[in-house]
């Protein structure tokens, strides 16, 4: 199992279906009221089950980018930076 190095780290559950079905699942992350402007910097590996592997990021409900798998099994981090201004945020994957 391969992980990044950081501050935090956050593992999806095992969402793999033997009917292939989509499943979901969603983390959210909030900032203090007295978090200074700056960037999130977060480092994904999005994919390991094509064509299910679809991660999506919103800041304060408002869609940010979307990371997908490119090949099966895929096992390279991407990284996402994130401008945030100032004060308390909401941060859903």
């Given at each position: 199992e391969r992980v990044q190095?950081?501050?935090f780290s956050i593992r999806s559950p095992d969402l793999e279906s033997e009917e292939l079905t989509p499943?979901?699942?969603?983390?959210?992350?909030?900032?203090?009221?007295?978090?200074p402007?700056?960037?999130?910097?977060?480092n994904i590996l999005?994919?390991?089950r094509m064509p299910f592997d679809d991660l999506q990021y919103f800041v304060d409900g408002?869609?940010?980018?979307?990371l997908q798998a490119e090949n099966e099994g895929e096992t390279d981090?991407?990284?996402v930076?994130?401008?945030m201004a100032?004060?308390?945020?909401e941060i859903e994957f």
């Open positions: 190095s950081g501050k499943r979901d699942s969603n983390v959210t992350f909030t900032t203090r009221d007295d978090f402007a700056g960037t999130l910097v977060l999005a994919g390991t408002v869609y940010r980018g979307r981090f991407k990284r930076i994130i401008g100032p004060g308390r945020h």
